[in-house]
């Protein structure tokens, strides 16, 4: 065992499963885990329904992950169900294996002119599918689009380690149609007279099945059963060995050093599609929806069948809509009175007010810090919390740049004791724990807790992360506790800062912030500090749109590193750049969104800055006067995402520590008042404001007010003229500490007579803080 394992045994920590991968080295005894949408007998399949970018990780949305690489000579284009790949006679090679899912296998891999090297680092060969080859009963199915045929050999699926023999599949027109040879199972099946019926153009689909009982085979064309296939048998080839690195942040194989091409293929397992693994014998088509399976799908005529996706078969997820009230402050709001209605009003900003005298607008850091009773063993940790049947969840990470890909969970009653979960009984690397499921899968990214009331109950939490050599997805749970990945990458980009996504019920909107950084400085794009760029959509499940550049950046990764592909919402200021955005839409009132961002500035030191909003593009910040969280002795402080609810408070969470991740780490929670994080003040001496024509519905007033003096509210009309009954000397005194304080005049609270009505509120404070008001 590790000493990583052995620190995290001895901290009681419990490892959450996220996937089962390729690298998977543990049994599940108790566990019952569901990594993906396709069913258990799905061996491989990949939809290509991913955006075109370069080298767009083309996701296996089988449980084994077996994803693929988006080439120069391959594109992304509609197909027969969302997109396809294409494939045309004279460009490069369209695929590749993606290899492992770690850091290693991409990281500073470069050729001379620095172009990213990553898509031919080392692999691991995939177990399973060379298993189903070998000695089950199979089906190999795809649909199929051949814009022309020559007279040549068409190579439509070649796999293998290295230049062995292998599996494929091709078309020879000349000689005997279509050919299927598996030199791991050891026979080659033929099917005369088929190219001339994959002539005309349009989409056809071809399921090939082989039985392990008597080694039979059939053809299916379009769900016709084509002649029984000759059989030839020949002598079996070694499946190649399955090898784990030690470490998957640093095993690079000898990738790094500068090396061909031809060595490279010779040094990996090697995936292609169109063309054979030299990339010859192409084709000049369309694949779309390529499917394995460990069993034969299909013994008589069937219909071919509709898309295996889950976003383009008859149960599609719909767009999104809004679910929220419309925005009060947007920039197409109606002109005329604000019509508040019933909502809660905070007073983040001075959207509502008209005029004022001797009032400001205060950043509220929380209060009450305490430590929590464990210590996190890796700075690179960047954990959320999220609230499930009153129980506050850390998920912790282990990052992108993880040797081992480690995700923990943890869990606590009273918000500042935490325990690992108990999950089930798992073996890892001989020893056993009933805290402990494994995974390789470095990756990095915060939960949510959708409140989107159309998600479904099985999606209720989500992750949105950067996974290394990937790209960034999505993952679903309905506890929060068992994982599954979406079936297509959501961004093919690399942030180094994960990826922080909400749910904007009164938009209609799933958005996400990614740290764009600043290693980049390009004409288009000069550096400049950290920034973070802004993702909208209202298809959570499919690939996420986003501004393709002609010119993308790249890194030290496969995939272009954020740049321009989303808006700048949140850029450099003076008080520091932007490492992270922790943005989200604030629960428990209208039309207010915030954001704790990480700044990095002066003195190498990072706080902590309350940015706000009322529709989450434009933000107001507060770190020119006051940090919302300030390091204090600590030389940083990162904030968590995530906002808990506890009757009348809210607890947020830090990981306070030595310079940028160094040294010893210590978590916080901390108490900030609810809807306190900014008010409306008055100090010692009197100041007042009065609001913008607005429209209520409610019979009473009342305020979250904290007044050691007083507050007094009169009720005018558009004009600005007082209301009989309700001027500033009929207004009882608000005195006192209240998230719900009932405003009362001479005459009571009731306020339903002018319910409906345009009126102005106009405030009189003395040593008062104002944080939000509500009619109800």
């Known amino acids: 065992m ?43 399949l990949w939809l290509f329904d991913e955006n075109q970018y370069p080298h767009t990780t083309l996701t296996d949305a089988s ?49 001379k002119d620095g172009y990213p090297s990553g898509p031919w680092g080392p692999t691991i060969a995939p177990q399973k599918i060379l298993t189903t080859l070998v000695s089950n009963d199979w089906t190999l199915e795809m649909w199929l689009k051949l814009n022309l045929i020559g007279s040549g050999q068409i190579t439509l699926l070649d796999l293998g380690q290295a230049d062995d023999d292998g599996m494929h599949v091709s078309l020879i027109p000349d000689q005997h149609g279509l050919v299927f040879e598996d030199a791991y199972a050891g026979f080659k099946a033929i099917f005369p007279a088929v190219t001339h019926k994959l002539q005309d153009g349009q989409w056809h689909h071809i399921a090939f099945t082989h039985s392990a009982e008597g080694d039979s085979a059939a053809l299916y064309l379009d769900g016709v059963r084509e002649a029984t296939a000759k059989i030839d048998s020949f002598p079996k080839e070694p499946t190649p060995p399955v090898v784990v690195p030690e470490d998957l942040e640093h095993d690079n194989e000898g990738f790094t050093k500068e090396k061909d091409t031809t060595w490279r293929r010779q040094h990996r397992f090697n995936f292609s599609i169109g063309e054979d693994r030299n990339g010859s014998n192409r084709m000049d088509g369309l ?48 002109a005329g009175p604000v019509q508040l209605g019933s909502r809660k009003y905070l007073f983040i900003d001075e959207a509502l007010i008209a005029t004022s005298r001797n009032v400001e607008l205060v950043c509220n850091p929380p209060t009450h810090r305490q430590n929590l009773n464990f210590h996190p063993q890796k700075s690179s940790w960047r954990p959320g919390v999220f609230d499930r049947n009153g129980k506050v969840y850390m998920f912790i990470p282990d990052g992108y740049g993880s040797g081992e890909g480690i995700s923990r969970l943890m869990v606590s009653q009273d918000g500042v004791n935490f325990k690992a979960p108990q999950l089930g009984v798992v073996s890892y690397q001989g020893s056993k724990s009933n805290n402990f499921v494994f995974y390789h899968e470095p990756m990095y990214g915060p939960v949510f807790h ?38 297509t990458c959501m961004l093919p980009l690399v942030s180094g800062g994960g990826a922080e996504t909400f749910w904007d019920d009164q938009r209609g909107l799933y958005v996400d912030f990614i740290k764009r950084d600043s290693s980049f400085n390009t004409k288009e794009f000069p550096g400049g500090g950290r920034r973070a760029c802004l993702f909208e959509t209202r298809e959570v499940s499919k690939p996420w749109p986003f501004h393709a550049l002609e010119k993308p950046y790249f890194e030290a990764w496969p995939m272009p590193a954020v740049t321009g592909e989303g808006p700048v919402i949140f850029a450099p200021d003076k008080n520091g750049q932007v490492y992270r955005t922790r943005a989200i839409k604030y629960p428990w009132a209208p039309d207010t969104y915030l954001a704790f961002v990480w700044r990095f500035g002066k003195g190498q030191r990072r706080e902590v800055d309350l940015g706000v909003s009322r529709g989450g593009l434009h933000w107001k910040f507060f770190a020119d006067k006051v940090w919302y969280l300030s390091s204090g002795e600590a030389a940083e402080v990162l904030s968590f995402y995530g906002l808990i609810r506890r ?69 005018l009309d558009e004009a600005g003229t007082g209301l009989k009954g309700f001027s500033l000397s009929d207004c009882d005194p608000v005195r006192g500490d209240s998230i719900s304080k009932i405003v009362s005049w001479r005459n009571g609270t009731n306020v339903s007579g002018l319910s409906g009505k345009v009126v102005r509120l106009k405030f009189e404070m003395q040593n008062a803080k104002l944080f939000a008001l509500q009619f109800e």
């Not at 939490?461 to 993952?475: D, E, M, P, S």
Request: net charge neutral; proline share 7%; with cysteine.
């Open 2 to 44: 590790n000493n990583h394992l052995k620190v995290a045994l001895q901290n009681v920590m419990a490892l959450l499963c996220l996937l089962a991968t390729p690298t998977q080295i543990l049994a599940t005894d108790s566990i019952n885990f569901f990594p993906s949408f396709a069913d258990n007998h799905t061996v491989g």
């Open 63 to 111: 449980q084994n992950e077996y994803d693929l690489r988006l080439m120069d000579g391959g594109k992304l284009v509609p197909g027969r169900f969302g997109h396809a790949l294409e494939i045309s006679p004279n460009a490069g090679i369209a695929v590749t294996y993606a290899g492992y899912i770690g850091e290693g296998a991409t990281r500073s891999l470069r050729v």
């Open 287 to 334: 694949v779309d929806e390529l499917r394995l399976s460990d069993v034969v799908r299909y013994s008589g005529d069937f219909t071919p069948p509709g898309s295996f996706s889950r976003n383009y078969g008859p149960d599609a997820p719909a767009p999104s809509a809004a679910n929220g009230p419309r925005l009060l402050f947007a920039p197409d709001s109606p």
């Open 450 to 487: 959708d409140l989107n009331p159309a998600a479904s109950p099985d999606e209720r939490y989500k992750l949105t992360a950067w996974v290394a050599n990937r790209g960034i997805y999505l993952y679903v749970s309905p506890d929060g506790i068992h994982w599954r990945r979406n079936e």
């Open 647 to 715: 009757g009348n408070e809210i607890w947020q969470y830090a990981d306070y520590g030595g310079p940028h991740g160094a040294g010893q780490r210590t978590y916080a929670r901390l108490t900030q008042r609810l809807d306190g994080f900014v008010s409306l003040d008055a100090v010692s001496e009197s100041g007042s404001f009065t609001t913008r024509p607005l429209v209520f519905h409610g019979t009473k007033l009342t305020l979250n007010v904290a007044a050691k003096g007083e507050v007094r509210v009169a009720i």
